[in-house]
């Protein structure tokens, strides 16, 4: 093989990194759109208002809403920034495109924000902090109602209410342990993009490394 085309061959595979290195920038908007996700940030969520954390329910669907946005920007920096064809591009944005989809279809599922902000919605009216707030005031309603059903002996009363008590309580639970697997799920598929896109990049830098050896000996060559 000629130093020419050995030339040649590391500016395809240069090319090739150079695409989907964009992967770099998308994973980057995603993490600054979710602030990274680190436990300093939740953390400081937890402390924020009830107020403040409907408004950071409210914001992440909007954002949601808006990640085929991301889609496109990506595809149109490739028709700008690389020579890739169009089969390369749908081969790099296909994935990310499956994966925006996806995201939205289980956010759907879930019930999108309007279950949190029902809760959210509560726990104001009632001046109440964190889920311990609301599980001692279901209690509590809980057991006046049982206390004045007794005092009714109005048995079946007591038992329908119990049904409900029971009924909203697990469904709390449900919820927050879907969400909570949903986030979790979000977050190691991120910082899977993450790390392969680290890679990339390292191997982008080694390649262009070999093509300045490569030009060296090519210009050595054309002096001999």
């Known amino acids: 093989m000629s130093v020419r085309q050995a030339e040649k061959d590391v500016e395809l595979e240069v090319g090739h990194v150079e695409e989907k290195n964009v992967v770099v920038e998308v994973v980057e908007v995603v993490e600054s759109v979710t602030g990274g996700e680190s436990e300093e940030r939740l953390g400081a969520e937890r402390k924020v208002s009830v107020r403040g954390r409907r408004k950071l329910v409210k914001g992440f669907a909007q954002w949601l809403k808006t990640i085929g946005q991301v889609s496109e920007k990506v595809e149109k920096d490739l028709v700008v920034l690389t020579k890739c064809t169009k089969r390369q591009r749908e081969g790099i944005i296909g994935p990310l495109k499956e994966f925006a989809s996806e995201l939205l ?70 919820c927050q342990i879907k969400w909570q697997v949903e986030r979790e799920n979000l977050l190691e598929e991120l910082e899977s993009e993450r790390e392969k896109a680290q890679k990339l990049s390292e191997s982008q830098e080694r390649l262009k490394r070999n093509v300045v050896k490569l030009e060296k000996a090519l210009v050595a060559e054309k002096q001999v």
Do not use: H, T
């Open 105 to 174: 279809e289980r956010f759907e599922e879930m019930g999108a924000d309007r279950w949190p902000r029902s809760v959210l919605r509560v726990m104001k009216d009632f001046d109440l902090e964190n889920v311990q707030d609301i599980r001692q005031v279901c209690e509590k309603v809980f057991g006046e109602a049982c206390s004045e059903a007794n005092e009714s002996k109005d048995a079946e009363k007591v038992d329908k209410i119990d049904r409900k008590y029971q009924k909203l309580k697990s469904k709390l639970g449900e």
